[in-house]
């Protein structure tokens, strides 16, 4: 994990709010220079991957980070593995010691196998040619959802006592070194090392739900590009973009 230091950025603070990605978004077309955070004690329109709805009851910390040209445009595919690392970092620091804080492709965050964040990149490209970059995190710090179709958490189920600042300030900090660390593409092979090192499933078997098929085999990695790659039955290992992943006992 890159050296500590305290986390450098402005902030917007708001009560409740359609989405802090809306209002990120809002901002880079209104002329910010980027590198602004967007906080909510609540989202009324809180969504996640694939247009889904993410709960946003008060007492969880809703954050977007925006900026603008952050990486070529043939290296963004590669920032979701980026926030997961940050988020699943800081998301540490606030579990019981032996608690597993675990990454599931593309940028899930578990702990001992519960979901506990949201997370949405969004592009949009400015009449300006330049492209802004939203980073939206949904963390459960006092509530998780009691209605879910799969195992869920909050980090006051795991024990932490404190409110939504202290987790705000280290998601800022581990969201700052590692996009630093990034460098624009540069070194995505050490952020590839370490999401690997807490990825869950490598290895097992992994059923790939994709828009025209179903594909079930072994999780072998990911590949230079932040792709799955599932191996099949008959030897094929097939590279996969975008789909709903499961393991074993894990949330999709």
């Known amino acids: 994990m890159a050296a500590a230091s305290a986390p450098t950025y402005r902030r917007l603070a708001f009560g409740d709010v359609s989405s802090t990605n809306t209002i990120a978004l809002e901002a880079a077309r209104s002329g910010d220079a980027g590198d602004l955070w967007v906080t909510a004690e609540r989202q009324i329109e809180g969504r996640g991957r694939m247009g889904r709805r993410w709960s ?12 603008i040209d952050v990486t070529p445009a043939h290296e963004l595919a590669k ?23 675990q990454t599931k492709w593309p940028n899930d965050i578990l702990v001992d196998g519960k979901k506990i964040v949201g997370i949405l990149l969004e592009t949009s490209r400015l009449t ?20 879910a179709p ?4 909050s980090l006051r189920a795991e024990g932490y006592r404190s409110g939504t600042q202290d987790v705000f300030e280290a998601l800022a900090l581990e969201w700052q070194c590692q996009l630093k660390r990034f460098d624009r593409g540069a070194n995505f092979g050490e952020i590839r090392r370490d999401w690997l090192s807490h990825a869950v499933g490598i290895g097992g078997p992994c059923t790939a739900r994709l828009t025209d098929r179903t594909l079930e ?25 975008a789909g709903d992943i499961f393991f074993s006992s894990s949330a999709p």
């Open 128 to 147: 300006t040619g330049h492209t802004v970059l939203v980073l939206g995190c949904g963390i459960n710090v006092d509530h998780h959802p009691e209605d």
């Open 56 to 67: 946003s009851e008060a007492g969880n910390l809703f954050a977007s980070w925006m900026g």
């Open 217 to 241: 085999g072994r999780f072998e990695a990911i590949d230079a590009d932040g792709r799955l790659l599932l191996a099949l039955a008959d030897g094929r290992i097939i590279p996969i973009s």
């Open 150 to 153: 799969y195992p869920v958490t």
């Open 79 to 101: 920032l979701p593995f980026v926030a997961a690392l940050a988020v699943r970092n800081a998301i540490e620091r606030f579990v019981e010691p032996g608690a597993r804080v």
